[in-house]
C-alpha cells in the first residue's frame, strides 16, 4: 500500500486536509467522461446501477465541500461541477434520472444539500444557467415523495435545506413536517431510534451515520430560522456524547455493532460535527474531542484491506468481505467515511483544530457504564472495550441481522463473526453467544429478537437480562455480567434454558485471529509452557478438559471460555466439553482467519425442567501495533475465578 494516506501522520489539520484528497484523487480514474458517474467496481445492490454510480459521485462531496469550505484549493473540484451538470441534465446521457418514491437517489441528494448549504461559490456556482436550474429541479423533486420513516427523513431535510440556502424554491412545509417527524424518534440522553414506535435501532445511524450528525449540522446551518430546535439539538449531542464516548477503546478502535459498517471512520464522525457545531461537551475538552476523531481514523491506517492498491475503499470491513455486507453496499457506498472530514470546514483558530490533541480520556471514564436505552453495558476494565448487549433488533430482515444486533458482546478488537453458509458450526460462526441446534449440530439457531429484555441492577451489580425463543417449545432466558474490578478479564453469562425437544448447545466466546505468526494455523497445545517465559507471547488453541474450559493466543490477543456450571451448581449433570474451532475464512469482520473458542453441551427435552449454564468469558486483545499480549499480562487472570453474583446465585439455586 503506497497511496499518501496510509503513511499521513493524521495529527493536524493540514495533514487532515491532505488525507481528505488523497481520497478524493484516486476517483477520477473511475469517473465517467461528463463527471456524473463514479464506477467503482461491479458488484450489484437492490437498487439500480445508476443510482449505485451516482453514490459514487455523491459520497466524497461530504469530505470536498468541508475542504473546500474551509479554504483550500482543489483541482479536482471540476469532476464534480462538470457532474451535477450533466447528471442533472434530461438530455445528457448521463442523466440520473427522476428519484421515485423510497429512491436511492434521496439518499445521495443529503450530500448535496449540504454542499450547497456550506460552500455553493466552489460547487454551485461555476454552474451556468441551465445547470442551476436543473440541480435545482432535479433536488427539489425529493418532495412529495413516500420515504421509508426512519432516518431517511433526514435526506429531505438536507435537500430543502440546501435549496433554501442559495435563494431557490424550496418547501418549507415539507422541511417542517419532515423535522417534527423526526423528533417523534428521540427517547431521551441523547438518543433517537431510526423509526417510529416499535423500532429498536440504536445504533451508528443514531449517531455517526445519520441522526446525531445531521441534528449538528442542522444546529448550525438553520440556527437563525429555527433556533429553538437547534439548542434542542445540541443539548441533545451533549447528552449522547457521555454515553457514546464508550464506544470507542484507547487506540481509536470502535465497537463494530449494527449494519453499515463499511463506511469505515464514519463511525467517528460525529466527533467532526460537534466541532462544525461549535458544541462543547461538559467533561470531554476539544482536545479530547480531536483525539477521539483523529485516533480512530489513524486506526484505518492500520487495516490495508479497507482499501484497494490505488487508494479506493474495498466493500468490507477491515478487509474485502461480502458476507458482512447489506444489499444496498454498491462499491461508492464506503465514501459516507468522507462525513469525518467535516472540521476541515472550520478556520484554523477554531478550538478544535488549536488544541492539543489528547488521549482517550481512560481516567475520567467510568470503566463499567450501564446504558439501558440501547440495552448495553460497556466495559473498559483489563485494556478491552467491548459492549454486553440485549435487545435490539433490526426492523426488517436484515442479511445477518441476528449477527449484527442479536449477540451477547461487541469488542472493539476482536469484532464480531457473520456466516458463510448454513451447515456446521465453521459456517455459522456463532461467536460471542448461544447457539442452538435440533438436528445434531449440523444448523444452528442464534439469538436475532429478544421477547423481553431489560436491564437489573441488585445490590450494585448490573446485568442485562433477555428472554427469546428459538422454536415454540423452547425458551432462553440470558443474564450478561459485566467485568468485576477483581477478575477484570472475564465477564459472566449465565442461561436458563427449557427446552421441548433434544438440543446440543455452543456458548462461545470472542473470536480471535486463527493463525501464528508464520501464517499457519494455530497448533492445539497442553498449556504448559505457560509457565514459562512470561515476557514471551503465547501462540495456540488450549483445551483443558478438567475444567472445563479452552483459549486461543494468537496476536489478535487471547480469548477463551470457562465453564463454571459445574462449580456452581455441582448437582446440574454431566460438564459441558471444551472446544476450539477454526471458523470458515471471512466469517470475523476484523480477522480474515479465524478461530472459536466454545462449550459444547446437550441437553434433554421433557420440556418441565430449567437447564442452567453458567459460562465465563475471557478476553484481552492485542493494542494496535502489537502482535500478540505477553503472557505476564494475562496468564494469572486467566486462572483466577470470576464470583457469580449472589442474587443470580440465589435466583439459580
Not at 481514523?297 to 474495498?314: H, N, S
Not at 433434544?502 to 493463525?515: E, K, M, R, T
Amino acid at each position: 500500500m503506497t497511496f499518501s494516506f496510509m503513511t499521513n501522520p493524521l495529527r493536524t489539520r493540514e495533514d487532515m486536509q491532505k488525507a481528505c484528497i488523497s481520497l478524493l484523487d484516486p476517483l477520477a480514474l473511475y469517473t465517467s467522461p461528463g463527471g456524473a458517474r463514479i464506477q467503482l467496481g461491479h458488484t450489484a445492490t437492490h437498487y439500480d446501477e445508476v443510482a449505485a454510480q451516482l453514490e459514487g459521485f455523491s459520497r466524497p462531496l461530504w469530505g470536498l465541500t468541508s475542504l473546500l469550505a474551509g479554504g483550500a484549493d482543489y483541482p479536482g473540484v471540476e469532476r464534480w461541477v462538470r457532474g451535477f451538470a450533466s447528471g442533472t441534465d434530461p438530455d445528457s446521457p448521463e442523466f440520473w434520472g427522476n428519484t421515485r418514491g423510497k429512491d436511492q437517489r434521496m439518499v445521495e441528494m443529503s450530500a448535496m444539500g449540504f454542499t450547497l448549504a456550506v460552500c455553493p461559490e466552489k460547487l454551485y456556482h461555476p454552474l451556468d444557467e441551465s445547470g442551476k436550474q436543473n440541480l435545482v429541479k432535479w433536488l427539489g423533486n425529493i418532495n412529495g415523495k413516500d420515504m421509508p420513516d426512519t432516518n431517511w427523513l433526514w435526506f429531505r431535510v438536507f435537500a430543502n435545506l440546501g435549496l433554501s440556502k442559495i435563494g431557490a424554491p424550496y418547501s418549507p412545509e415539507q422541511l417542517k413536517k419532515d423535522l417534527d417527524h423526526l423528533d417523534t424518534f428521540y427517547l431521551s440522553d441523547g438518543w433517537s431510534r431510526d423509526g417510529p414506535v416499535g423500532v429498536r435501532q440504536l445504533d451508528y445511524y443514531s449517531g455517526s451515520f445519520a441522526i446525531q450528525y445531521a441534528q449538528l449540522v442542522y444546529s448550525k446551518l438553520a440556527a437563525k430560522e429555527d433556533p429553538e430546535r437547534c439548542e434542542e439539538y445540541r443539548d441533545r449531542a451533549r447528552k449522547f456524547a457521555l454515553t457514546f464516548v464508550h464506544w470507542f477503546d484507547e487506540d481509536g478502535r470502535s465497537i463494530p455493532f449494527g449494519r453499515s459498517l463499511t463506511y469505515r471512520f464514519a463511525m467517528a464522525s460525529f466527533w467532526g460535527a460537534l466541532a462544525f457545531a461549535d458544541v462543547e461537551v461538559p467533561g470531554l475538552s476539544w482536545g479530547v474531542v480531536k483525539g477521539m476523531l483523529l485516533r480512530h481514523i489513524r486506526y484505518w491506517q492500520t487495516t490495508p484491506g479497507a482499501f484497494t492498491r490505488d487508494g479506493t475503499f474495498t466493500i468490507g470491513y477491515t478487509y474485502p468481505n461480502m458476507n458482512m455486507t447489506e444489499n444496498y453496499n454498491s462499491p461508492g457506498s464506503p465514501y459516507w467515511a468522507m462525513k469525518s472530514f467535516i472540521p476541515l470546514a472550520l478556520s484554523p483558530s477554531h478550538p478544535f483544530w488549536a488544541a492539543e490533541e489528547l488521549p482517550y480520556p481512560k481516567d475520567s471514564v467510568p470503566k463499567v457504564f450501564s446504558s439501558p436505552l440501547p440495552g448495553h453495558i460497556y466495559s473498559h476494565l483489563g485494556g478491552h472495550t467491548f459492549a454486553l448487549s440485549s435487545g435490539q433488533a433490526c426492523h426488517y430482515p436484515l442479511r445477518a441481522g441476528a449477527e449484527k444486533y442479536g449477540k451477547l458482546a461487541y469488542s472493539t478488537a476482536f469484532g464480531y463473526a457473520v456466516p458463510t453458509g448454513t451447515l456446521l458450526l465453521d459456517q455459522h460462526a456463532p461467536d460471542n453467544t448461544i447457539a442452538l441446534s435440533e438436528d445434531g449440530g449440523v444448523v444452528w439457531k442464534v439469538r436475532r429478537e429478544c421477547e423481553q429484555d431489560r436491564l437489573e441492577t441488585v445490590d450494585g451489580v448490573s446485568w442485562l437480562r433477555a428472554v427469546w425463543k428459538p422454536w415454540k417449545d423452547v425458551e432462553v432466558e440470558t443474564f450478561l455480567v459485566p467485568p468485576q474490578e477483581d477478575s477484570p478479564l472475564w465477564h459472566l453469562r449465565i442461561h436458563r434454558l427449557r427446552t421441548g425437544r433434544d438440543l446440543v448447545s455452543s456458548d462461545a466466546g470472542f473470536s480471535n485471529y486463527g493463525q501464528r505468526k508464520d501464517g499457519r494455523i494455530l497448533d492445539v497445545l497442553d498449556g504448559s509452557a505457560l509457565s514459562t517465559g512470561t515476557e514471551e507471547n503465547f501462540e495456540g488453541r488450549v483445551i483443558s478438559a478438567g475444567d472445563p474450559s479452552s483459549f486461543a493466543a494468537s496476536a489478535g490477543g487471547v480469548v477463551g471460555v470457562l465453564d463454571l456450571t459445574p462449580t456452581v451448581l455441582p448437582n446440574s449433570g454431566s460438564p459441558r466439553k471444551a472446544e476450539v474451532i477454526p471458523l470458515d475464512a471471512n466469517t470475523n469482520i476484523v480477522f480474515s482467519r479465524s478461530t472459536m473458542p466454545t462449550l459444547m453441551g446437550a441437553h434433554e427435552g421433557d420440556g418441565t425442567k430449567d437447564v442452567w449454564l453458567v459460562t465465563a468469558i475471557f478476553g484481552i486483545p492485542s493494542r494496535v501495533g502489537e502482535d500478540g499480549v505477553p503472557k505476564v499480562k494475562w496468564v494469572e487472570e486467566w486462572n483466577k475465578r470470576p464470583i457469580v453474583p449472589a442474587p443470580l446465585l440465589k435466583l439459580m439455586k
